[in-house]
């Protein structure tokens, strides 16, 4: 067996992942590929202006880059020359047919199996780094093997990164999560997998953190945990509400519930409700796989989950339409933030994207502004007429003539701007709306800001 590895998707996924991947295993060949050929063009760009922005990520791309690190369009070719082959397509909520809007796209998944088919003329260990719902690994083998009895072994390998944070997650993982057939072919599959984590020398990942189990198991586990931390989320901003109508804090109210190592503090921070690709589709997903096996009180369940995140954006709106005393047409309101969480330039179900729509109904002017998100909030809006919507790189440029700023992404900058000079640049009486709840009110309301907040 060869050492070279392949990655067919070079998104947020293959990229991070792989560029790890070629660090800690200097002496293994890896080779990211894709059909989208401007996106290959930015992993090469001379500048290392990269598809993607992840923080450190561009460091590690510079070191193994043309060493042992390579991106191309040349799939066959990369297929051909492997052993072992990730596959990091997309999977997106599938919206025709049968599970319209619940169950997952896996037309291109089917079709990077169907290729490696074609290409391959040796035995090839493929390994599914996508999100896939649970017997997907059964189905691609069907596939892979249909003629060649045995020639391929599927493996699960889901990623457990959180984007902002991609590169700390990988170099150290809390686990890796290996699945395989419990057959002595598929037992040194995993082996392989495992000891591309283990990194040239150990050096890597710890044996103890990598954790295997049957494939059924480990596909299941991705969808679970995200589930799990979706659920977490929406069930503080079901309290956020409730403390709105009491009085009590929520940011109390969760230090305190995180103090019980039962429960713990992470995943507790109320907000304008998760976005990013993978929580809701992935929730929606094992929504579609309980109603498949007629768990329908289960799919009931996960379902609230969603129901909740999409009701803390329009009470988002409620309380900025009464606040501005129930008119909002013609007023200016400018969006601090529009990327779906800070460090990352990723809009993909943004909360922002939903708050901006339902603002643009009530005829508001707004600016939006985000250091890293500008470009992917043009396009994702492109839709709405320009002359309601300005996108500013300044956020001082952004605020000024504002009735109020609504702050969507927590950006570590925000904190850190001249809020008096902000002030007195807007109309008044002027409005902070803090849903991430990352500023300082006291000192906001001091400058003489009305401020509101989540959960408080
Ligand atoms: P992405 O859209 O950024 O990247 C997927 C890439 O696959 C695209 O560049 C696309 O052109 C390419 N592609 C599609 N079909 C192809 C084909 N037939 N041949 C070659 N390339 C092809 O998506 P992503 O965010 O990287 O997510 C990929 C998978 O990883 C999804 O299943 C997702 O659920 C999972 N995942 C993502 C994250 C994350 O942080 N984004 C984390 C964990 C898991
Ligand atoms: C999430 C998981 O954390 C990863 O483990 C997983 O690999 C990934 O999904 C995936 O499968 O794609 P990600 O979506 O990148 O990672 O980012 P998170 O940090 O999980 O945040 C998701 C959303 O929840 C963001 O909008 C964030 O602002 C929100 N969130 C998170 C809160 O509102 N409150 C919190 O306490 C935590």
């Known amino acids: 067996m060869n050492k070279n590895i392949v990655c067919i998707g070079a998104g947020y996924i293959g990229g991070p992942t792989m560029a790890v991947v070629a660090k800690m295993n ?11 050929k401007s996106r290959i063009a930015a992993w090469n760009s001379k500048n290392f202006a990269l598809p993607i922005y992840e923080p450190g990520l561009v460091d590690i791309v510079k070191e193994v880059r043309g060493k042992n690190l390579f991106f191309s369009t040349d799939i066959d070719k ?10 990091g397509v997309n999977t997106p909520t599938k919206m025709f047919g049968r599970g319209k809007g619940r169950a997952s796209d896996l037309q291109y998944w089917e079709a990077t199996a169907r290729n490696i088919k074609k290409i391959a003329k040796t035995p090839k260990i493929v390994v599914e780094k996508s999100t896939l719902p649970v017997r997907t690994a059964a189905a691609m083998e069907a596939i892979l093997n249909s003629e060649d009895d045995g020639k391929f072994t599927v493996l699960s390998n ?4 959180a984007e902002g944070t991609a590169i700390k997650d990988l170099l150290n993982p809390d686990r890796v999560l290996i ?6 072919a598929g037992l040194a599959a995993v082996r392989a997998v495992v000891d591309i984590y283990r990194g040239q020398q150990g050096a890597w990942v710890p044996e103890k953190k990598i954790l295997t189990t049957n494939v059924w198991s480990a596909e299941l586990t991705k969808l679970a945990a995200n589930a799990m931390l979706a659920q977490r989320v929406s069930s503080i901003n079901a309290l956020a509400g409730l403390c709105e109508a009491t009085g009590a804090d929520i940011e109390e109210v969760a230090r305190v519930m995180g103090a019980d190592h039962r429960i713990g503090p992470k995943f507790l921070k109320a907000g304008p409700g998760f976005g990013g690709s993978c929580f809701k589709k992935d929730v929606l997903n094992l929504v579609y796989l309980c109603e498949s096996f007629g768990l329908h009180t289960a799919a009931e369940y996960w379902s609230q989950v969603i129901k909740m995140n999409d009701h803390q954006q329009e009470r988002i709106v409620s309380r900025l339409f009464k606040a501005m005393f129930n008119t909002l047409a013609n007023k200016k309101i400018a969006v601090f933030g529009f990327a779906f969480k800070a460090n990352t330039g990723d809009t993909r179900e943004t909360p922002a994207d939903t ?3 339902l603002l643009n109904e009530e005829h508001v002017r707004l600016a939006i502004t985000d250091p890293k998100a500008l470009d992917n909030a043009k396009k994702d809006l492109a839709d709405i007429a320009s002359d309601a919507l300005a996108f500013v790189s300044d956020p001082y440029k952004a605020a000024k003539d504002a009735d109020a700023v609504l702050v969507m992404t927590d950006w570590a900058e925000y904190p850190t701007l001249d809020w008096a000079k902000i002030y007195k640049s807007m109309r008044k009486p002027a409005l902070v709306f803090d849903t991430r709840n990352c500023l300082d009110a006291v000192a906001l309301r001091k400058l003489g800001f009305k401020v509101l907040n989540v959960g408080k």
């Open 26 to 36: 200097p002496d293994r060949k890896v080779v990211v590929v894709d059909i989208n």
């Open 78 to 87: 990369a297929i051909r020359e492997c052993d072992i082959i990730f596959v």
């Open 158 to 161: 889901p990623e457990f990164l």
């Open 179 to 184: 699945g395989g057939p419990q057959t002595p």
């Open 355 to 357: 708050v901006v729509r």
